[in-house]
């Protein structure tokens, strides 16, 4: 009797592993992780310049969607030897008149980035963030659709390097 008890046990567990195996891949199938969109589609106007430190700079990037008006600094750090950092964009570097495509994340626009170059050589495409300094309601629906105008810039302008 003790040995029927023993065979009726294995058979429940052969059982038991048998639907966790068929399960437990299906359930990860279903938690992949969904691509990643840039709903938000705006035209950049105008480019800046902004103060984060005492003689540091970025750049700065006026945008306009239908909605909404963003000013978005690109937090990219200057070298060692300069005061403004780099424009934001990978190989294409975001220029006035341009359309983006990004989404908005806590405070960050997000945009996809094509095309960097990293350490071993390999290029690839990645996110970056820009920090949303400024956002307001378009009350100018039709500025979306406006060809861009000659680059407007920020009054302040980075020192000339010390010699």
Known sequence: MQSDNRKNVRLFAVLILSVLAVIVPAGTVSAK??????????????????????????????????????????????????????????DKKIQIGDVIHFRVDKGWAV?????????????????????ILKEELNTDPKAANAPAVQPQTTDTKPPEPKQ
């Open 33 to 90: 992780k969904q691509p990643k969109t840039y709903p938000e589609e705006g035209k950049v106007i105008a480019k800046g310049l902004h103060e984060y430190a005492v003689e540091r700079y970025s750049h700065t990037y006026t945008v306009v969607t239908d909605a909404r008006v963003y000013l978005l600094d690109c937090q990219e750090e200057p070298g060692l030897l300069e005061s403004t950092g780099p424009d934001c964009g990978g």
């Open 111 to 131: 945009i996809a980035v094509t095309g960097i170059d990293h350490p071993g050589g390999e290029r690839q495409d990645f996110e970056q963030k820009l920090r």
